[in-house]
């Protein structure tokens, strides 16, 4: 292998790698203990693996996944820690029900800090995903129910709950959004008939078929 | 391994014929000598336990055949918890499980080794199987899925899975997961369907392409937010409770947070623990989460629970092969039913792309065994040849291969101009712990649900299944789990089967020096005994220092 | 030594009654600063005066930079946020005594040729806001600020501004932010408010402490206000005392008195039988002075050499009963609450230090924790717009430095 070496520093762990490797894979290279902060390994789905990163002679610093990010000479890591759950949004699944037109209504109620975003960007920087948090936030603030597409790709990493100061939660607000709106208001047509005739015992199975070897 | 150099291999592929492989005389041969659960050697005879004398991968005997991690003294002082329902895992099985409990009115813990959500649940692509379609049955779905698991499957808990699945996809929606339509709005529009390999219908139901990813945003945030679930993040189990007579009346729980053992004592314990991907059976790369250890597996077989299909496992053949980070993820089968070729490092087309998936997966092993694999910073495999296919079929990777793309650009590839390097990756566990329609096993007290139970897929799991799987007998396993349980705990609860186990490890002549279960990767670098020397724990296992690394 | 304190001097006591302050040598250092408008920046520069917000940056400069701007709208602000923990001095200034402070800004504005002058106040402070808002009507009832406005030959706009009583508020560009109307958002230096503030206007920014002295530097001079300090040091503090004293308040006391008889003396010595542990020193860094420290003299300078800050002159005593890993990890709550969230590290740094003090604050950290903690405090410093984040970092390596082997105690293992 042509690679050369980098020296990097994980939560103050100094780790001689390559500049190939994620920093997961440099941290299991080296032998350290790895329990935490780890999940889908590289797919950047689990939202487990998030860490600060600085590069060397840079002021800047980024938050990242550290299974995406890859070693470079001087770089330094912290990893973050997993939030506990606060569970100071709650809510019930039939929060809307009783009477949609007053939806709006109901996301300040549960999310009332929406209504005070300072508009600092702060969600919109920790994103490891890019995505338009704080227009979301927005949205969702003015019973704009599109807020949901905003979070469709939000892996739920919680780095911009940590980053917001007023402290509303804007992954939990597009989630919120997205499972209420669906939950009222998501019904094809094809799935209500087939449960219709499931119900009524119009479509059975018959365990008995033969046709069912290979 | 080693192969031919990138560059020279890229060169290679530019000049190809794309020429038409050569057919393949002897199949068995081929899968003999390549695929890893035909390998000679590659299985072992288990020699304890439920199903001493069946066959099963030499990485996986070792951890089912293992010594418990520790003795009664180890749990001096720790706090004993009671509940009615304990429920091991946080993936979409665990969720779905913890969720009907509560709902049925059970008091419900959940604990999970990593943090709620980290599973294979959340990395699943491709989606979840329902038959809604006006041309499809629940009754297609049950014969597909029999016939696909070449007919080795359990019929009524696969009856089950099939005529329960549009009522789970009417679950998933009640609780907020959303789906992609083929036509018309969220309100009488029709579900978008894609068809799974093996299938007579187009069933697939899925969010854009990432149906775990959504699936388990949904189950965790409910979990989350139902206070009648008591969520113990970083809390692996690490042996079961029994009583006298060999029931399951608890569990053991090391809390990582805290660094201190937990007693559970409840009255139905469910396991939904996934799968052993993190074992790398056979030294494959594995598409699976790091938490894939296959604990629950272990422990369940330790108290006496019988397993099946332990031989069969599904590799993928194409995962990848670089970059190293990404190594062992998945490329879905779109690309090949696409058209895509896969060539050797020569430029050659070797086999048919859409031959059976364990030939796909035996042909790129024989390439890269024989040395016409291709060689990247180290890593070897074939080529996925998506280049060549978007130039014979413009716009298919923006309309067919959306993830590709996606998965491409992580690897830092642009895949209309680079080819992909590609070999088999581990995959999923096809069989596991025997379980009734309920989740029930052959222990009292003890359910099995998700990726560690067995019987549904037979010996090969069509995609979609899986999803489905985990939110059915997820929730019979919570729903029965919450109307048997007690509310009272056991009498007795303790290790009273661990000696039955040491017997019969000391009479199979099996050493005791090897502990499971896992709990984390190997290169996890975890090392129990140091762990529990930072409270001062006194080392009573018979372990000799870092005994895992041994092995 | 006996001495007699100048800011909190009975004559200056007056509340917002100006004619008292008048009766009292008021308005006489303003009258030196408009006769002789080229001298009040040498003087100050002479009298050695240094910011008293916590920077301690020698006053005459900022006001050299400002003055030297081209001609135009020019801004004055004082600066009266006040949020640290521990300190209390400016919105004693501000209630006890505003004139003093208005009459300090006046002269600022004379010497670089503001037409703008504004008092920031924090509204939490409801004393200081409404004692500083009479007052502010007196002076401009007053006909005081006529000769003013004929050297500028523009209006004077005298006014108070709410502050938005967020410690953020404090920060220089915060303060301007605020004043512009917006949220106190700080954002990145250089360009100074020297040269860009206020609607991009020279703005010159000094704390109510540092304007206060001004008055007095003009009334009395710049040799009388040296010879106030002891050894190197120029004039006064006021030290706001706090923790486990007996007697906690706030003194004035000749700048360069030792912590010794800051604490034991004018203190009264230390709460209870348990031993004098340390301080914190307060302000935008807090640092951590030890029993190895009492007889250091409490100026800019010789606090720095130890490796510590003055900060704004509070002084948060904690005695042997303290646990030092908790005290630290409420300054960093403090600041986490602070953070303002444009920058990341800010937010999101401060949330991990948190997490890492209170994990081995409550006895369930290990080894790695602590490695992570100071590899934290090696990557934060320097990545946020102000300096919010350093100063959590600040404590929390000065606490390292001071006090390794009580956090390495409640590790487990």
Sequence with gaps: MQTSQVRITVNGCVIDTEPTRSILEAMIDAGETLIDGVGCMGQGVCGSCRVLVRRQGESEVLSALACETRACEGLQVAFLDHLPMHRHHVYAMDDWNGDSWRILERIN?????????????????????????????????????????????????????????????????????????????????????????????????????????? | ??????????????????????????????????????????????????????????????????????????????????????????????????LTAAEAGGRVILATKLRIGDSNTVMAEGGIQAAVGEDDSIQRHFEDTLRAGHGCA????????????????????????????????????????????????????????????????????????????RLWNRCPLVELLSDEAGHCVGAVLYDLALHRFVLVRASCVILATGGVGRLHLNDFPTSNHYGATADGLVLAYRIG???????????????IAWPSFRLGGLISEAARSAGAHLLNGLGERFVDELAARDVVSAAILRECAEGRGIEREGMVGVFLDIPELERRQP???????????????????????????????????????????????????????????????????????????????????????????????????????????????????????????????????????????LRGGKRTTYAPKRARRVE | MTHRPVLLAPTAAVGADLDAWLQNGGAEGLRHALAAPERIIPALAHAGLRGMGGAGFPTHRKWSSVAGQSAGDKYVLCNGNEDEPGTFKDRHLLSASPHQVIEGALIAAVAVDANHVLLYVNPHQHEALKSTRSAIEQWRASGLLAPIERRLGLRLALDVVESSGRYIGGEETAVIATIEGGFPFPRRKPPYPAESGVHGRPTLINNV??????????????????????????????????????????????????????????????????????????????????????DVALDFDAV??????????????????????????????????????????????????????????????????????????????????????????????????????????????
Aim: aromatic share 6%; glycine share 12%.
């Design chain 1, 109 to 214: 109620a549960t999310f009332p800090e929406a209504q005070h975003c300072r508009h600092c960007g702060g969600c919109d920087s920790a994103c490891p995903k890019h995505l338009q948090v704080h227009k979301g936030v927005m949205l969702a603030a003015a019973g704009d129910l599109s807020a949901a597409e905003c979070f469709d790709e939000c892996i739920m990493c919680d780095l911009c709950t940590i980053a917001c100061p007023e402290l509303i939660s804007p992954n939990h607000l597009g989630l919120y959004v997205r499972r209420l709106s669906t939950a009222i208001g998501f019904r094809p047509a094809d799935l209500v008939l087939r449960l219709h005739q499931i119900e009524r015992g119009e479509m059975v199975i018959d365990q008995d078929v033969a046709s069912t070897q290979p």
């Design chain 2, 1 to 98: 391994m080693t192969g031919i150099d990138h560059r020279l291999a890229l060169e290679r592929l530019l000049a190809s014929d794309h020429a038409a492989p050569n057919p393949i005389d002897d199949i068995e041969a081929l899968l003999k000598a390549h695929h890893p659960d035909y390998r000679e050697g590659s299985l072992v005879s288990l020699a304890v336990g439920a199903n001493r004398g069946s066959e099963c991968p030499t990485a996986l005997a070792a951890s089912l055949q293992s010594n418990a991690r520790i003795e009664d003294a180890d749990l001096a002082g720790a706090p004993v918890v009671d509940t009615e329902v304990l429920i091991i895992g946080g993936g979409g099985a665990g969720c779905a499980a913890a």
């Design chain 2, 154 to 229: 359990d019929r009524r808990l696969v009856a089950c899975l099939a005529s329960s699945a549009p009522d789970s996809i009417r679950w998933l929606i009640d609780r907020g997961m959303r789906f992609d339509l083929a036509e018309g709005g969220a309100i009488g529009g029709k579900l978008l369907r894609k068809k799974p390999g093996g299938a007579t219908r187009a069933r697939i139901l899925s969010f854009k392409d990432y149906t775990g990813l959504e699936m388990m945003r949904v189950l965790r945030e409910a979990v989350e937010l139902d206070e009648r679930i």
């Design chain 2, 305 to 319: 629970a019988a397993l099946r299909e332990l031989d069969s496992f599904q590799y993928h053949p194409t995962g």
């Design chain 2, 395 to 533: 716009g298919t990777l923006a309309q067919r291969l959306i993830s590709l793309g996606h998965l491409a650009r992580q690897c830092g590839i642009d895949p209309s101009r680079e080819p992909m390097m590609v070999r088999p990756t581990l995959h999923y566990q096809n069989g596991g712990v025997v379980i009734d329609e309920n989740g029930t096993t052959s222990v009292p007290g003890l359910y099995c649900t998700g990726e560690l139970s067995g019987g549904i897929h037979g010996r090969n799991r069509m995609m979609g299944n899986a999803l489905q799987e985990i939110i059915t007998f997820g929730r019979r396993a919570g729903l029965h789990a919450a109307r048997s349980a007690s509310r009272h705990p056991a009498p007795k609860v303790g290790l009273f089967h661990l000696q039955g186990w040491r017997r019969q490890l000391v009479a199979a002549g099996m050493p005791l020096d090897r502990f499971g279960p896992d709990l984390f990767p190997r290169y996890a670098n975890f090392d129990f005994g140091d762990e529990l020397a």
């Design chain 3, 209 to 294: 402490e540092t304007l206060a002295n001004v008055t007095h530097i003009l009334r009395h001079g710049a040799d009388w206000y040296r010879a106030l300090g002891i050894g190197g040091a120029c004039g006064t503090k006021l030290y706001s005392l706090s923790g486990d004293v007996l007697e906690p308040g706030l003194f004035e006391l000749p700048m360069g008195t030792s912590l010794r008889e800051l604490v034991f003396t004018h203190g009264g010595g230390m709460l209870g039988p348990l031993a004098f542990k340390a301080v914190f020193t307060g302000g935008p860094s807090n640092t951590l002075l030890t029993a190895d420290d009492l």
């Design chain 3, 304 to 413: 720095a050499q130890r490796g510590s800050r003055l900060g704004t002159g509070a002084m948060i005593v904690i005695s042997a009963g303290t646990s030092i890993v908790r005290k630290v990890a409420e300054y960093v709550d403090f600041f986490a609450a602070g953070s303002c969230g444009q920058c990341t590290p800010c937010k999101t740094g401060t949330y991990q230090l948190s997490r890492l003090l209170r994990r081995i604050d409550t006895g369930v950290g290990v080894q790695a924790d602590l490695r992570a903690l100071e590899s934290l405090c090696a990557l934060l410093p320097g990545s946020g717009r102000c300096g919010l984040v350093d100063g959590a970092v600040t404590v929390v390596r000065s606490s390292m430095q001071q006090f390794r082997e009580e956090y390495e105690h409640q590790l487990i293992g």
